[in-house]
């Protein structure tokens, strides 16, 4: 096969969101008793913060209402597949997926699905849900990866708690990839098993923070060396314009890209690559946290926002999951693909997020903690939150269960 | 042995830290004793295996808690 008869598939189009509220790094550092000198590690300003209104199914709505709002019906009725990732089930059986395909009015020739592989399981979806829709078996079907999550953490997370984020992306697979053309067949996965983070139950993370880091590198490694040995002439330093990785934090990313200069002889140059090619991808994570399987898609966005593309230009991006599992792929990102992410907004609604103090986070904290488990009924008051909302009745918000069914309602 | 693998733990806490003096990467201190955030410790420790020319799988270690327990570790790969 010539490179010119390769499949062509990729992101259509891709949305964040990233809740309504936040606080800021050295308010939530000083609120804990917290180091300020530490905010220079983490590499972050502030993060998202979700309400007791919002869980995995509105975060999951919110953000791919405006993806779906901007096709036609009958590109609409072409999603024939609604995967949802998350480390957020609020099931065991029954999938966030399903509540989402009902809000979002998607065709009921649909196959649903939930994945679950911690900050890895959208990539995976996408980089499935991309070789399907090239198997030619449904010629224009589209696919529609939705990573979404809530934050559990307080202070027994210590300094992850500032680093994580709440929200979700909302990924459209197709066969007219304006966001981001895959580099088909030009990927490298590495896995092993390990406990470096986890969600064993509804209400705790654990975060073992030195052997996760640590995973995160080695995998770095490990998947670019797989990248290598299936794409000829592949070369960390000289096939990218610019870098996306998976962002926990901006400091491990700075770390990561450090090491796998070093890896290729090419520390000198090290700190003006980071600041060329990555800097633009982490402005949007520093204001929000890590969104879990959606931050790589964040990333992205920060990347088309930020930098400023003026003709096609091959990227790498790199997908970490804890437990573990990872992925380095490439696509083609041009100057289409910003102006399809300038026209979701996404920068001007992070900036719209309402500013907490600590007092006021903590409180809702106290509530919000406790969104994965598994009540048979709960009533939200809606009303207490209205400032939050944005105008325009656009907005889907959670108001409680009964019999475990979960409500929702357009505000 | 121990001496050579204590010598690369101390070279990358000093690539890492530069502020660290040589003689203050000792047996028995922590990484986190000397300054070292949860960067600079996955740094030093990726630095210390590329300098050896060896490679520790993750879940080993979970029985690390101070550099002298770090350098049997690396002395059982190396």
Redesign the interface.
């Known amino acids: 096969m010539t490179a010119a008869a390769l499949p062509r598939f990729g992101i259509e189009a891709l949305n964040v969101y990233a809740g309504l509220a936040r606080i800021t790094v050295p308010e939530l550092l000083r609120g804990r008793g917290l180091d300020p000198g ?1 905010q220079a ?1 983490l590499m972050m300003t502030s993060r998202s913060v979700g309400l007791p209104v919002e869980d995995p199914v509105t975060n999951a709505v919110n953000a791919a209402r405006p993806v779906i709002a901007a096709l036609t019906p009958g590109q609409r009725d072409s999603i024939e597949l609604l995967v949802t990732s998350t480390e957020s089930g609020l099931d065991l059986s029954k999938s966030v997926a399903s509540y989402v395909h009902d809000y979002l009015g998607l065709s009921r020739n649909c196959r649903l699905l939930e994945v679950k592989q911690a900050c890895y399981a959208a990539t995976g979806a996408v980089q499935l849900a991309a070789g399907y829709l090239a198997s030619g078996a449904s010629p224009g079907a589209r696919a529609l990866i939705i990573a979404t999550d809530v934050a559990l953490t307080d202070e027994r997370a210590e ?1 992850a708690e500032p680093a994580t984020g709440h929200g979700a992306a909302a990924i459209l697979v197709g066969g007219q990839p304006t966001v981001l053309a895959l580099d088909f067949g030009a990927f490298g996965a590495y896995s ?3 406990l ?1 983070s986890a969600r064993p139950t509804p209400e705790f993370d654990i975060a073992d ?3 996760s ?6 995998c770095l490694s490990g998947s670019f060396a797989d990248y290598q040995s299936r794409v000829d002439g592949a070369d960390f330093v000289r096939s990218f314009g610019y870098l996306v990785m998976h962002t926990p934090f901006a ?2 990313v ?2 990561a890209h ?2 796998l200069m ?2 290729q002889g090419a520390t000198a140059a090290a700190d003006a690559d980071f600041q060329r090619r990555l800097l633009p991808a982490l402005a949007y994570p520093a204001l929000v946290g890590n969104l879990c399987s959606g931050s790589v898609y964040l990333a992205l966005a920060s990347l088309l926002d930020q930098a400023e593309i003026e003709a096609p230009v091959r990227i790498g991006l790199y997908a970490y999951g804890s437990g ?1 599992s990872s992925e380095f792929f490439s696509g083609i990102v041009g100057p289409g693909s910003a102006a399809a992410i300038r026209a979701m907004g996404i920068g001007a609604r992070l900036a719209a997020r309402r500013e907490l103090s600590f007092a006021e986070y903590r409180s809702l904290l106290d509530v919000t903690r406790h969104c994965l488990v598994p009540e048979p009924d709960r009533v939200i008051d809606v009303t207490g939150y209205h400032e939050f909302l944005p105008d325009g009745g656009q907005h889907l918000v959670y108001t409680g269960s009964k019999q475990y069914h979960r409500r929702y309602e357009w505000r | 042995m121990t001496d050579n693998i204590l010598a690369a733990i101390a070279r990358s806490v000093r690539t890492v830290l530069p502020e660290i003096g040589p003689d203050q990467v000792r047996q028995d201190r922590s990484l986190s004793d000397l300054g070292c ?3 600079d ?3 030093v ?3 210390t295996m ?1 300098d050896l020319g060896i490679d520790v ?3 080993a ?2 029985g690390v808690t101070d550099i002298g327990t770090l350098a049997d570790l690396l002395r059982a790969y190396a």
């Open positions: 530490r590690n300094y092993y098993e390990t470096d923070v030195d052997r880091l640590f995973a995160y590198l080695d400091g491990l700075k770390a450090r090491k070093r890896e573990c | 955030n949860s960067v410790r996955a740094e420790v990726s630095l590329e799988p993750v879940n270690f979970s």
